[in-house]
T-cell receptor, first 111, second 113 residues
Framework: EADIYQTPRYLVIGTGKKITLECSQTMGHDKMYWYQQDPGMELHLIHY???????EKGDLSSESTVSRIRTEHFPLTLESARPSHTSQYLC??????????FGEGSRLTVL | DQQVKQNSPSLSVQEGRISILNCDYT??????FLWYKKYPAEGPTFLIS?????DKNEDGRFTVFLNKSAKHLSLHIVPSQPGDSAVYFCAASDYNQGGKLIFGQGTELSVKP
């Protein structure tokens, strides 16, 4: 059973607000990922990290930023949210060359 | 350029029958393939995987077939159950690219009692 947690599960905010989506895992995995998914579409990789102090942008350009100060924690921040940021954000972690374990997701709505 | 494609957005199957979900890929460097199941407002859960050195992997009611020459894989669910109704995502990765998964668009499976 994977232990990866995301908060908040649901968030509705106004345009221009700063938000942070939290992601924590207790499995000691070095690799962590953020995917973005809209209904009926594929999951797009927006950020990934292979360990502490390592972060890279994914295949889909995103205005969000991430940090990896501790192995278990990989938060995603939007400095100024816009309606175009409305989406589901999925955090995941993995062992090397293994399957990804996903959190339950954070559904963000920007008004 | 979509590297992993699931061309059927939806599939409806009668309970007890076989469900076959298909996936095509274009990148010949992919060496690991996975299927995930996703309910609305939840994260995907891992179902089954297959390495490129195999052509079949089975786990209970779920079997994944890989045809490397056709760059095609399929997921068979036998027998299908109403609880299998969900969106199924195919994903692929290249070990030399650090194992990042590339996902298809998903197929929504509906199993009717």
């Amino acid at each position: 059973e994977a232990d990866i947690y995301q908060t908040p599960r649901y968030l509705v905010i106004g345009t221009g607000k700063k938000i942070t989506l939290e992601c924590s895992q207790t499995m000691g995995h070095d690799k962590m990922y953020w995917y973005q998914q809209d209904p009926g579409m594929e999951l797009h990789l927006i950020h990934y990290s292979y360990g502490v102090n390592s972060t890279e942008k994914g295949d889909l350009s995103s205005e969000s930023t991430v940090s990896r100060i501790r192995t278990e924690h990989f938060p995603l921040t939007l400095e100024s949210a816009r309606p175009s940021h409305t989406s589901q954000y999925l955090c995941a972690s993995s062992i090397p060359a293994g399957e990804l374990f996903f959190g339950e997701g954070s559904r963000l709505t920007v008004l | 350029d979509q590297q992993v494609k699931q061309n059927s957005p939806s599939l409806s199957v009668q309970e007890g029958r076989i469900s076959i979900l298909n996936c095509d890929y274009t990148n010949s460097m992919f060496d690991y393939f996975l299927w995930y199941k996703k309910y609305p407002a939840e994260g995907p859960t891992f179902l089954i995987s297959i390495s490129s050195i195999k052509d079949k992997n089975e786990d209970g009611r779920f079997t994944v077939f890989l045809n490397k020459s056709a760059k095609h894989l399929s997921l068979h669910i036998v027998p299908s159950q109403p609880g299998d109704s969900a969106v199924y995502f195919c994903a692929a990765s290249d070990y030399n690219q650090g194992g990042k998964l590339i996902f298809g668009q998903g197929t929504e499976l509906s199993v009717k009692p």
